[in-house]
């Protein structure tokens, strides 16, 4: 039997990881924020599939957890924390006949918490996990893919002259997000879905966790927040003082409090894409800042939080520069997840140098890179990266450089440092 793919899907980069786990699992739980595709993805591998978003089904699958099953394998399970003792059940039924690529799971929080049910195994070896972001430029076929990081890990990159973007396409890419149903929107609409995404989180999805109330007043400042300080290090402190206007020590450490509850809120909900302090042997380990960089999943719905639009973004180029930050660090993130790899920041806390993004690869080498927006950063972006390079003991693979506005892929002659556009990048 044919594969469910939906008219219009767009070829995925975890589609060869699903194909072959599909093959060595009993089942996969594709996890992930809302609207980033995971249900469409999943159709492009099932033969047969049960939405538990549908009433009906949820209560007969309540009812008896075997009267969902279709046996016409894979088959997708859509939304099955709504049912959470799904999760067992698909266990077992792994465990029977040892098959593999039987079941695709989907979710995009974690468990309610006001159900009483339970899963008693976490599993293992039968049910693995993948994270699904929203998609990349070169998914979504605003990256060339004329260089890849695997180009710069082996120095095969080839040399060459490429169009050039605009800023106001970079604009329109930051504003528009990685949202597959907005991949076409016209850019006057361009920001109607992550605002869309915005209301639903803040009205509907930060209630589905009953252990407590949460304020959707306060998680809406608590988003703005996060927003704001978006591309930056910051602590919890520091987003407290934001969202609160407290007059006493225990009125601060309440308001901590909630933070570190409506974060978690975030994170169950696969909102927050934070980058961790890279660890590495750089002069003295106390001088390495250990706080992470804090992003949302994606930059569109920081610009929706703030109110920015195309216009805003291309008349206020410190915020145009963080937006663009982020838009790669989301790119950058999807990549090194393909390549199963990891990404981080790096500060020095005394000289308060810093590298944007630090790639590390399956082998432990890595590559140090800056991101700019326009050529007018390159200069400072080269210093940065040298320094970086003097003072480090373990030397990066490779350096570069990721620019939105530049027209082509280069190698610095004097300090051998890439230079290329974020949309000619794939992994």
């Known amino acids: 039997m044919s594969n469910l793919t939906q008219n219009g899907y767009r070829q995925r980069l975890i589609d060869e990881k699903m194909e072959q786990y599909l093959m060595l699992f009993g089942a996969i739980s594709l996890e992930g924020p809302k609207w980033c595709g995971k249900t469409w993805t999943a159709l492009n591998h099932a033969h047969s599939v049960v939405y538990l978003s549908q009433k009906e089904t949820r209560e007969l699958a309540s009812e008896s957890l075997k ?119 016209p850019k006057e609409n361009a920001g109607f879905v992550p605002e869309g995404y915005i209301d639903a989180i803040i009205k509907t999805d930060i209630h589905e966790r009953k252990d407590r109330k949460r304020d959707s007043k306060k998680m809406r400042m608590l988003l703005c927040s996060l927003a704001r300080n978006e591309s930056a290090v910051a602590g919890y402190e520091t987003i407290a003082k934001d969202i609160s206007e407290y007059e006493s020590g225990n009125e601060l450490i309440k308001t901590r409090q909630t933070v570190a509850d409506y974060m978690d809120v975030l994170n169950s909900l696969y909102l927050l894409n934070n980058i961790s302090a890279f660890s590495i042997n750089y002069r003295s380990s106390k001088r390495i800042g250990k706080s992470p960089k804090r992003h949302l999943i994606d930059p569109s719905l920081s610009c929706a939080l703030l109110g920015i639009t195309i216009e805003k973004l291309l008349n ?48 432990g080498s890595y590559g140090a890179v800056e991101i700019k927006l326009s050529n007018l950063g390159i200069e400072e972006a080269k210093k940065s990266l040298l320094r970086f390079y003097e003072n480090v003991n373990k030397k990066p693979k490779f350096m570069a450089i990721i620019v939105g506005t530049y027209g082509a892929i280069l190698k610095d002659e004097k300090t051998g440092i890439y230079i290329l556009p974020l949309t000619a990048l794939k992994p």
């Open 316 to 363: 206020d180029s410190n915020t145009f520069g963080l937006m663009f930050e982020s838009l790669a660090i989301r790119d950058l993130t999807i990549y090194m997840d393909y390549l199963k790899g990891n990404i981080f920041h790096f500060r020095d806390n005394v000289s308060g140098d810093e590298v944007d993004a630090i790639l590390e690869f399956k082998d």
């Open 67 to 185: 009267t969902i099953f279709k046996n016409d394998y894979p088959e997708l399970i859509d939304e099955w924390q709504l049912v959470p003792s799904i999760w067992d059940e698909v266990r077992i039924n792994c465990d029977i006949d040892n098959v593999k690529g039987k079941f695709i799971l989907t979710g995009s929080t974690t468990l309610n918490f006001d159900s009483d049910e339970k899963i008693y195994h976490s599993g293992a070896g039968r049910i693995v996990s993948l994270k699904m972001f929203p998609m990349s430029l070169y998914e979504s076929g605003d990256s060339t893919g004329d260089v890849s990081l695997l180009d710069l890990y082996n120095e095969s990159v080839k040399i060459k002259k490429i169009k050039s973007t605009t800023k106001e396409q970079i604009a329109y890419l930051i504003i528009r997000g990685g949202w597959p149903a907005n991949v076409t929107t």
